[in-house]
């Protein structure tokens, strides 16, 4: 059985084993997890029409592109399963099913979140770069709120015609979402989604042009996410959720730093960061 797996982990490999391949599943997965047309793969690299249909179609069979085809058009999109199974197996000797097996029968969930973090390494390492859409596909553990959340993140970023997701965004998510902890806890403090967007544009203003499909989160967004997920490991539960969000957020200004845009809404609005963290980490035990 051990073989048969190795076999067709060595067959997926070889399909990446040509410039470009390696070239169309970096583009898919830059639109990721949208679909794009044979015309348009083929207008972004120039690969003529036959030869692309050959690339294509081996990726297909080693499972690493989904396609379906609509009237007389075919749509590819990366598949991100078979790409985390292939490096889950590469990292832990296991397919991806098999650690979610073993995570389900085992109380640690230490090795769960050093995979997730050697899973965005290395894509960006394979394909130069992890757009943010798959680099959330790492945080598997996020509850629905917690996505809203990012969801509402998004929206807020291209309402203000900004380029990226701040911690300014991720805590008007927090406000926004309405039904679950971390949303309650902030209206208790005194904040709500007026107080905390009138503060917010003082502070970040409105941008200029168009915001991309595919909006990066800024380095302290990033992080506030990867602390986020750190705080939920330490108070021993096995789900990201907005309390953890807010947590990331007050965490990652309390390193010594000024602390991003969302600190300061908070400052602004009065609320004594020191005082409402701990009452926040007494609430979660």
Not at 2 to 26: H, K, Q, V
Not at 164 to 176: A, D, M, P, R
Not at 257 to 272: C, E, F, K, M, S
């Amino acid at each position: 059985m051990e073989n048969t797996e190795t076999a067709r982990y060595a067959d997926i490999f070889a399909a990446l084993g040509s410039e470009p391949r390696l070239e169309i599943m970096r583009l898919l997965f830059a639109a990721y997890p949208e679909e794009m047309t044979v015309g348009e793969i083929q207008e972004k690299l120039k690969i003529p029409n036959s030869t692309l249909s050959h690339h294509l179609e081996k990726l297909r069979i080693e499972g690493l592109v989904n396609s379906r085809k609509q009237k007389q058009f075919l749509w590819y999109s990366a598949n991100a399963e078979t790409m985390e199974d292939l490096l889950s197996f590469l990292y832990t000797g296991k397919s991806r099913s098999d650690r979610t097996l073993t995570a389900a029968n085992n109380a640690s969930t230490q090795e769960g979140f050093m995979f997730e973090r050697f899973f965005e390494s290395i894509s960006a390492r394979i394909f130069g770069f992890i757009s943010d859409r798959f680099y959330l596909e790492g945080f598997a553990r996020f509850t629905q709120e917690a996505v809203t959340v990012i969801d509402i993140a998004q929206d807020e970023s291209r309402r203000l015609g900004h380029r990226y997701i701040g911690t300014e965004q991720l805590l008007v998510g927090l406000v926004s979402e309405g039904s679950d902890f971390a949303s309650q806890f902030l209206s208790s403090a005194g904040l709500n989604l007026e107080n905390v967007k009138i503060e917010e544009e003082k502070i970040v203003g409105r941008g200029r042009g168009l915001t991309p499909v595919d909006i990066p989160f800024t380095p302290r967004a990033k992080r506030v996410l990867e602390l986020a997920v750190e705080e939920s490991q330490q108070l021993g539960v096995n789900y990201v959720g907005t309390e953890h969000l807010l947590l990331g957020i007050l965490k990652e200004g309390a390193k010594g730093t000024a602390g991003g845009a969302a600190i300061r809404i908070l400052q602004n609005l009065g609320v004594d960061l020191i005082a409402f963290e701990q009452r926040l980490r007494r609430a979660l035990t």
